[in-house]
Nanobody, 117 residues
Framework: QVQLVESGGGLVQAGGSLRLSCAAS????????MGWYRQAPGKQRELVAS???????AYANSVKGRFTISRDNAKNTVYLQMNSLKPEDTAVYVC????WGIGYDSWGPGTQVTVSS
C-alpha cells in the first residue's frame, strides 16, 4: 500500500483560502482515483473531492465551485485548493487512494482545517 501524508492545514478566517497537499510514498500514476475526505466532530465522514485516472473530477455539493482537486503525477502529490472557506468547512481532511477501482484502501493521518467566523 502507498503511504500518504497530508500537509497545509491550519487556521483561517471565513472567506480565506488554503491549499492542502497529499504526498504519496510511491507512484500514483494510473491509480483509479485519489480523493479527499473530511471528518468533523459529530458528523459522518464526507468525500469532498475525487479525481480519476483520466482527470475527471467530482465534488460534494457543499464544496462545489469553491474547492478544486488536482494531481501532479510526477511529484506523486494530490492537492486540494479550498477557496471561500466557511466555518462549516472546519474538519480533519484526509487524503485517500483507490488504486484498483475497488475502493479507497490507503489513508493519510489527516490535517486539521479550522475556519473562524
Amino acid at each position: 500500500q502507498v503511504q500518504l501524508v497530508e500537509s497545509g492545514g491550519g487556521l483561517v478566517q471565513a472567506g480565506g483560502s488554503l491549499r492542502l497537499s497529499c504526498a504519496a510514498s510511491g507512484s500514483i500514476f494510473g491509480f483509479n482515483a485519489m480523493g479527499w475526505y473530511r471528518q468533523a466532530p459529530g458528523k459522518q465522514r464526507e468525500l469532498v473531492a475525487s479525481m480519476n485516472s483520466g482527470g475527471g473530477t467530482a465534488y460534494a455539493n457543499s464544496v462545489k465551485g469553491r474547492f478544486t482537486i488536482s494531481r501532479d503525477n510526477a511529484k506523486n502529490t494530490v492537492y486540494l485548493q479550498m477557496n471561500s472557506l466557511k466555518p462549516e468547512d472546519t474538519a480533519v481532511y484526509v487524503c485517500a487512494a483507490d488504486p484498483w477501482g475497488i475502493g479507497y484502501d490507503s489513508w493519510g493521518p489527516g490535517t486539521q482545517v479550522t475556519v473562524s467566523s
